[in-house]
């Protein structure tokens, strides 16, 4: 799974379970933004959306739970 840390000119930094690694944006098909999760396609990528709104949810709910517990 590659997940998308940042775009830096043309190229889309995304961080993998091996580190990071950089793919030029065009090789990503489709709108993708920060936070995005990538699967292969042939030689190109495309945003699984749903695989990106399931880890934003969570993130959410951990952040959620966090804020919860300074109180």
């Known amino acids: 799974m590659l997940i998308i840390d940042r ?7 995304c961080e993998s379970e091996n580190g990071f690694l950089s793919l030029p944006k065009g090789k990503i098909l489709g709108e993708a933004k920060e936070g995005d999760v990538l ?3 042939g030689e190109q990528f495309i945003v699984d959306r749903e695989a990106t709104n399931r880890r934003r949810e969570e993130a959410a709910a951990k952040l959620k739970k966090l804020l919860q517990r300074k109180k």
């Open 7 to 13: 775009f830096e000119g043309e190229t889309a930094v």
């Open 39 to 41: 699967i292969p396609k």
